[in-house]
């Protein structure tokens, strides 16, 4: 029987993690930047990036970003999705 790591579970299925992962609504990332009241040339750090769904979603809006994500399978997607962005990532935990 094969043990589940529950620390490298969505990194060992990146792929299909990402494919079967719903995004965020548009509106929710609206709000966010409402409610904390990011200025235009805000930075923000996001620990636990995943794959970039939210992350895209904000840089999109021209936020710096640092994504710190123990997955370098995660972070490889994310790296790709976000290519256009300025956005930088570390593997780490």
């Known amino acids: 029987m094969h043990q589940i790591d529950g620390k490298t579970v969505f990194d060992e299925a990146a792929q299909l993690y990402d494919k079967a992962r719903p995004s965020y609504p548009q509106q929710l990332v609206e709000d966010v930047m409402f409610y904390a009241n990011l ?3 805000g930075r923000i750090l996001e620990i636990g990036c995943g794959t970039g769904q939210a992350t895209c979603l904000f840089a999109r809006h ?3 970003m640092l994504c710190v994500e123990p997955g370098p ?3 490889a997607l994310a790296k ?3 290519r256009d962005y300025p956005v930088e990532f570390m593997t780490s935990t």
């Open 39 to 41: 200025p235009s040339d």
């Open 62 to 64: 021209g936020y710096r």
């Open 73 to 75: 399978n995660l972070v």
């Open 80 to 82: 790709e999705k976000c």
